[in-house]
C-alpha cells in the first residue's frame, strides 16, 4: 500500500499536472469507489478549477473550490495520463478531463479497495477520513512525539501504524525506522527511555526524509503520476529481507507477525525490551 513518502510522491506530480486547471467532467464508472458521495456531486464539480494538491496521512486531497476530491489508493490505486477518448482497460474507475486538455487523468484500481470522497473544501479536515488522523511524521515536535508514544501500552510496530497516532506510517517505514532506531518492534511504546524516544522520532524523520527524495519505494504496484518508479526499496534494510544478512551487523533478518501484519526485524541489532 502506498505510504507517506508514495503518496507524497504522487501529490506532487498531480500538482505540477492539474493545479490552475479548469476541469471539464469527472466521470466515475464504479459506484463502489465512491464513499459518502452522491454520483451527481462530480457533475457540480465541472467548470471549477483545481487549486491545490496536498496529501494528509495516506490520503490525497484535490482542491477544486467549493469542493474538494478525497483519494485513498489503499492496495493498489494508480494515478495515470491518457489521450482523452483513448480506450481505458477494465481497471479504470474515475476519469478526470480539463478543458482545452488533450491528455485526461485516470484512475486505476484493480483490487478495487481504494475510495472517492467529494465533499465542501471546508469539510475536509474535520471530515471522518482525515478528522480522525493524529500528526504528521515530519512536522510533529520531539515533545509531542515522546507524550503519544508514553501514553500507549502497545507493541511498537503497532502503535506506528496505528493512523490515530501518527498519519502516513505503513508496514515497510514501520520497520525501517525501527531497524534505524535499533528497537525491537514488540517492544512495548511506553516502555522507551528518553534517549530511545529521540532515536525513534529522528530515524522516523531521516526514513521518511530519504523515502520522499527517493520517490518512494516500488514493491508491487506502486508507479508515480508519470509511471515513474520510485528507488527507495533498493535502500531497505529489513523490509522483505527475510533470511538475508543484515546490512548493519551481520545477523540474518526475521519475519514474524505482529497483529496480522509481516514484520521484518534484525534480532541482533533490534534487541527487546523488558
Ligand atoms: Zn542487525
Not at 507524497?8 to 498531480?14: M, P
Not at 466515475?28 to 483545481?50: D, M, Q, S, V
Not at 508514544?149 to 517505514?173: E, F, H, P, T
Amino acid at each position: 500500500m502506498p505510504e507517506l513518502p508514495e503518496v507524497e510522491t504522487i501529490a506532487a506530480g498531480l500538482r505540477a499536472g492539474i493545479v490552475g486547471r479548469e476541469i471539464k467532467a469527472a466521470r466515475c464508472r464504479l459506484p463502489k469507489l465512491l464513499r459518502g458521495t452522491r454520483p451527481e456531486a462530480l457533475e457540480a464539480l465541472a467548470g471549477t478549477r483545481i487549486s491545490s494538491v496536498r496529501r494528509r496521512g495516506k490520503i490525497l486531497i484535490v482542491e477544486a473550490p467549493p469542493r474538494a476530491l478525497l483519494f485513498h489508493l489503499k492496495m493498489t490505486g494508480q494515478f495515470s495520463w491518457a489521450r482523452s477518448g483513448r480506450p481505458s482497460d477494465k481497471h479504470t474507475h474515475f476519469v478526470l478531463s480539463f478543458a482545452g486538455a488533450a491528455e485526461e487523468l485516470r484512475f486505476r484500481d484493480v483490487r478495487k479497495f481504494g475510495f472517492l470522497r467529494c465533499l465542501p473544501c471546508g469539510e475536509v479536515d474535520t471530515c471522518d477520513e482525515v478528522g480522525r488522523l493524529g500528526p504528521e511524521p515530519l512536522e510533529i515536535t520531539l515533545t509531542e512525539f515522546a507524550a503519544r508514544l508514553g501514553a500507549r501500552k502497545g507493541r511498537l510496530k503497532s502503535v506506528l501504524l496505528d493512523q490515530r497516532v501518527l498519519a502516513g506510517v505503513g508496514n515497510i517505514y514501520a520497520d525501517e525506522t525501527l531497524h534505524a532506531a535499533g528497537l525491537h518492534p514488540l517492544t512495548a511504546a511506553n516502555r522507551l527511555n528518553a534517549a530511545e524516544r529521540k532515536q525513534l522520532w529522528s530515524a522516523l524523520r531521516r526514513i521518511l526524509k530519504a523515502a520522499i527524495a527517493a520517490g518512494g519505494s516500488s514493491i508491487r504496484d506502486y508507479r508515480g503520476v508519470e509511471g515513474e518508479l520510485g528507488d527507495f526499496q533498493t535502500r531497505h534494510k529489513v523490509y522483505g529481507r527475510a533470511g538475508v544478512t543484515c546490512r548493519r551487523c551481520g545477523g540474518t533478518i526475521r519475519r514474524i507477525v505482529v497483529g496480522g501484519r509481516a514484520t521484518f526485524y534484525c534480532p541482533s541489532c533490534q534487541r527487546k525490551k523488558r
